[in-house]
Each structure stands twice: as structure tokens, then as C-alpha cells.
């Protein structure tokens, strides 16, 4: 187990590097951080609450799913963030860009990436045809965070994955 452990924490590190040095551009420096806020409590919350005000019961229906998966999902990741207490990488490895980022919870797993996933695979869910620009999405704020220095891979592997199973059990479930 512990082999498995260095062995994950061995490539965070490498894949932090790759996107945090090697990638990195003046365009991804103003883009990332846009990027980034699609995950934000701002618009993974007003999404929802904008759906549920529509007049049209499916759309309204949707908004509701997004705001109970995005809500669970991060009633989850409050735990595991408790549980693990895994420091960000941009408090620990000093040669990474911070971009201005005061964070004060951990790192695992990456709540913008879970609220992303939650609230764009409920989009997925209601509206199919949409589904692969709804998926991109989520996934370049999971990339935001690795580029921005704020998370590990594995945080945002971890992201996706709450943020995908909760909307999908809440669907099935409603």
C-alpha cells in the first residue's frame, strides 16, 4: 500500500510540474483563472437556482437535481476533505505560480472540480445534445486546478468522480 502511495504522489508530482512549468503560457495564465470559476460557488449555484425558476417543469426539474447532487456532493467532499487533510500543492512546493490563490481548506478532493461534475453532468443528464460541451467543461475546470497549482491530479481525479456518481444516483433516485 505504501509502494501504491508513493507511486501516485510521484506523479502528481511530475503532472503538477507539466502543467504548472512546461505548459505554462501567458494565454493559460488569463484563461485558467476564468476557467477556474466555472466550478465556483457563484455560478454552480445560480446555474441551478436560474433553472428551477423557469416556468417549464423540465428545466425546473433539472435545477432542482443540480442543486440537491451539487449539495450532497459536497456535503461528501466537506468529510473527505476533513478526513484526509492533504496540503495544496501551492503551500508546500515553493517554486509554483499561486496566482494570488488564498485557499484555506485542503486539497483532496478538488470541491471546484466535484461542483463542476455535479452541476454539468445534471445538465448532461436533462440536455444530451449539449452533453459533450457541458463535459469539456467540467473537465477544463479539473485541468484549471492542476494548472493553477491548487490541486493534485489525484484531488481532481477524485472531484470528477464524486461529481459524476451524485448527479447520476440522484437522477435514478428522483
Known amino acids: 500500500m505504501r509502494k501504491i ?7 502528481d ?13 501567458k494565454i493559460l495564465d488569463v484563461i485558467m483563472p ?5 466550478g465556483g460557488p457563484f455560478f454552480t449555484i445560480a446555474t441551478p437556482l436560474i433553472l428551477m425558476l423557469s416556468k417549464n417543469d423540465y428545466v ?3 435545477g432542482k437535481e443540480c442543486i440537491l447532487s451539487l449539495s450532497t456532493s459536497h456535503i461528501c467532499v466537506h468529510f473527505i476533505k476533513k478526513s484526509f487533510l492533504r496540503p495544496r500543492p501551492c503551500w508546500i512546493i515553493k517554486d509554483f505560480a499561486r496566482f494570488n490563490s488564498k485557499l484555506k481548506d485542503y486539497s483532496f478532493p478538488s470541491g ?3 461542483a463542476a461534475f455535479s452541476t454539468f453532468v445534471t ?29 493534485y491530479p489525484t484531488d ?7 461529481g459524476s456518481v451524485f448527479p447520476i444516483l440522484i437522477h435514478i433516485l428522483a
Not at 476564468?34 to 466555472?38: A, E, V
Request: net charge positive; aromatic share 18%.
Open 5 to 11: 502511495k508513493t507511486l501516485l504522489y510521484e506523479n
Open 13 to 25: 508530482i511530475k503532472i503538477l510540474y507539466a502543467f504548472n512549468i512546461l505548459y505554462k503560457s
Open 34 to 38: 476564468i476557467i477556474t470559476h466555472f
Open 60 to 62: 425546473a426539474k433539472c
Open 112 to 114: 471546484h472540480t466535484t
Open 123 to 151: 445538465l448532461s443528464i436533462f440536455f444530451p445534445n449539449f452533453s459533450f460541451i457541458f463535459i469539456s467543461l467540467a473537465f477544463l475546470v479539473g485541468l484549471s486546478r492542476i494548472y493553477l497549482g491548487v490541486h
Open 156 to 162: 481532481v481525479a477524485a472531484g470528477m468522480l464524486i
